[in-house]
């Protein structure tokens, strides 16, 4: 990935705008990742599977599988990974939380996945079970995503994966301090840190520069959220602290009713988006596919996407 500019922001606003971009078709395909989230009965787990075996064929560089809290769901995240790894051509990440676990259980976890030859860890705190603001470290846990990176680090060489947040984690203090706990969480050893998606390509390449200002060498890989439904997102989004343009309100008005033509302007604003950043550099796209294949497998079409043999 070459984010090695100094001011990547600077040669968005003095280079190619808009109007200027190169065609999508003249961009060489980006590399891609995908997110999957771990069913949670029968029917989903097929639709988990369908999809897998859907966006497979595009070779994506890496697939990761969510992490929830308590038991079934982190045993649905085991099984899912462990069978990627023996029934797939596909390379995936799993991710591992500090919640609610001692820091032997979280290790035996990690030990385990080493064991099943899997190689990489998306490196999360994780949430206050119910969500909000209140979490608590475990008082024989790893207390933080960068304290989960050095354990991790102690106990096999593996490759991990940490998050960002472009317009700041909902809890951090300031934007300065976020962005010294990812550093902190890469001088701990991780390799790459994937962000809460966004939709505002701006914030991401003014975050971009602030990390390379911070020292930061590592990709910082955006996250795609194509949105299929336009009211849930705007309430999600307000949650999370991810910021909703008001030209994308507009994209979407009179659409509510409207499934499939909300689903075709979905594939072009995550298309621009990544054409947008790839003409300042970016070369890596992590899609959050919501185990829904479609919309994804259009939009990594577009972007060049194809099926290898
Ligand atoms: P951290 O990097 O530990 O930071 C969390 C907050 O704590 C920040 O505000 C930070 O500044 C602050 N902080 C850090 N260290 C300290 C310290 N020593 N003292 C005081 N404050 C400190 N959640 C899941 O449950 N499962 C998943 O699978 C999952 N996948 C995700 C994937 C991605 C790409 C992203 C972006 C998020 C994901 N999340 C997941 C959500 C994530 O768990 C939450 O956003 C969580 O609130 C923060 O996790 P973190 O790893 O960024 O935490």
Known sequence: MDQSSPNVLQRWLTGPRIGALPALAELPAPQLSFEFFPPKTEALESQLWSCIRRLEPLAPRFVSVTYGAGGSTQARTHATVARLVQETSLTPAAHLTCVGATREEVNAVAQGYWDAGVRHIVALRGDAPGGGTGYQPHPGGYAYAADLVEGLKRIAPFEISVAAYPEGHPTALSAEQDLDNLKRKIDAGATRAI??????????????????????????????????????????????GASVPAWMGKLYEGLDEDAETRRMVSAVVAAEQVRLLQANGVDEFHFYTLNRPDLVYAIAHILGARPKA
């Not at 930061?216 to 949650?239: E, H, K, L, W």
């Open 195 to 240: 962000t809460q998606y966004f939709f505002d390509t701006e914030i991401f390449l003014r975050f971009l520069d602030r990390a390379h200002a911070a020292g930061i060498t590592v990709p910082i890989v955006p996250g795609i959220m194509p949105v299929t439904n336009f009211a849930q997102a705007a309430r999600f989004s307000a949650m999370s």
